[in-house]
């Protein structure tokens, strides 16, 4: 008796929680013309399955025209997979309805409107894991919600392919022409990097190819999309530059913040080792020893022990404190908005920089005049752009690459690329689920 008691208990519970689930789902994914029936655990109890039906009296939409049209026949019942919940897989029943529509003049499949003709996964699970996609990677959110890779794929797609016919057209494209990896070991493009093959002759031909491998997905965009690339960013090596006048000359090109610092870094660095060897070649006190990181990292990033040993440095009158001051006065530059101002600091900055007599230094002066429009889109993008997007973005091309290993096709990397900079609008949705 008491066995008994307990299981009456029990199925009466589940009862009202599956009655509860419905009233939740009448409020946040609720459609007129469908009602949900009954929700119940699967066999396995590993999910739960929901029926939805037609609301009595309500026509079925053809697929073809978006119009209601009479009915033909019922499909075999379909599930579409909805948000899970609590651990719990959950899918919608529906038996699809066939029309015979005058329109269209053929029996054609009804709509409905929390799905897609072709897809398993509803448009609010697919809206959900293509949100979780620009935060984790593919695989790993087809592992948190148990589901597949592919299916993740289909959701970004599903996402993305709305964003792009729904987007108001202005600048909105963003490609970072970087270190971009689309395929194990093979690199769209290089980036500062010490292997830079100007220096190994030998790997001119990966140069080339490199190049064309910009140029190629430039022209890959313009071709599955239909539409112009407004917004490069890109660093300051001669053949992007080139290659983006040629495929995108009306685009707004921007030398990225991220490339002038390390370039910069770079020759305030090549200057310490030099002024370092000659020291203890003429048998100085060895000031520069272990001084490296004390003159590249932030000051802000320095511990205090650092920052005391800069300070240190700082009192001697060597080339590399020079250059070194040089390189912190001119991060002042990016705290201009106004492109003008920005340009008044640039040009007076690299007029003092041609008057330092040390030479890496002047180098980057010299290259940054001959930029000097390309440094300066920098500050008239963000009049457009919403800030960080452009300092973020070649860390984010690669972010997204590495995340999205895997992929091997243009297809993928677009996508990928354009779910997580393209700033495109995301379908509408009933409810937020998260
Ligand atoms: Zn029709």
């Known amino acids: 008796m008491p066995v008994r008691f307990i299981l009456g208990v029990r199925a009466l519970s589940t009862f009202h929680f599956m009655l509860q689930l419905i009233t939740i789902l009448n409020r946040c994914h609720h459609f007129p013309g469908f009602v949900y029936r009954r929700a119940r655990f699967s066999s396995d109890g590993k999910s739960i ?47 699809m309805r066939r029309v015979d529509c005058p329109r269209c003049q053929a029996v054609v ?19 959900f894991l293509a949100r979780w996609a620009r935060r984790l990677s593919w695989k790993e959110v087809a592992e948190n919600f148990r589901t597949s890779w592919d ?28 270190e971009i990896q689309y395929a194990k070991g093979h690199k769209i493009s290089h980036a500062g990097l010490p292997d830079r093959p100007r220096r190994h002759p030998s790997a001119l031909g990966g140069q080339r190819a490199d190049h064309r491998i910009v140029s190629g997905i430039l022209h890959s965009y313009r ?8 917004f490069v960013c890109s660093d300051m090596w001669e053949p992007y530059l080139k290659v983006i006048r040629e495929k995108c000359s009306e685009a707004l090109h921007i030398l990225d913040r991220f490339h002038i610092v ?7 660095d090549e200057v310490r080792a030099g002024e370092s060897r000659r020291m203890a070649r003429e048998g100085y006190q060895p000031l520069l020893k272990k001084s490296r990181w004390l003159l590249l990292k932030r000051g802000e990033n320095l511990k205090t022990e650092q920052r005391f040993r800069l300070r ?48 890496p230094m002047k180098k980057i002066a010299r290259s940054m005049r001959e930029h000097r429009e390309l440094i300066l889109n920098y500050f008239r993008a963000q009049k457009l752009f919403s800030s960080g997007v452009v300092e973020g973005l070649n860390n984010k091309a690669k972010v997204t690459m590495r995340r999205s290993y895997g992929f091997r096709t243009f297809r993928v990397l677009e996508l990928a690329l354009y779910h ?11 409810h937020k689920f998260f």
């Open 49 to 95: 399955e929901i029926e939805v039906s037609p609301r009595v009296g309500s026509k079925a939409r053809c697929s073809g025209c978006h119009q209601p049209a009479p009915g033909y026949d019922r499909l075999a019942e379909r599930r579409f997979e909805f948000i899970p919940f609590w651990g719990f897989l959950v899918f919608l029943l529906y038996s």
């Open 109 to 127: 499949v009804e709509e409905v409107p929390w799905g897609d003709g072709k897809r398993t996964l509803t448009r609010a699970y697919m809206l």
């Open 151 to 178: 299916k993740v794929f289909d959701a970004v797609e599903h996402v993305v392919t709305y964003g792009l016919e729904h987007r108001s057209l202005g600048p909105l494209d963003a490609i970072g022409v970087d």
């Open 223 to 230: 071709r599955r999309t239909g539409f112009e690339i407004c």
């Open 262 to 268: 390390a370039k910069m870094n770079k020759a305030v």
């Open 312 to 359: 240190d440095l700082l009192r001697y009158n060597l080339k590399t404190v020079r250059a070194y001051l040089l390189k912190e006065a001119f991060q002042q530059l990016w705290d201009y908005n106004s492109p003008a101002w920005a340009a008044k600091f640039l040009d007076q900055w690299c007029r003092q920089v041609m008057r330092s007599r040390i030479e």
């Open 420 to 430: 997580s900079l393209g700033k495109l609008p995301e379908p509408e949705s009933p």
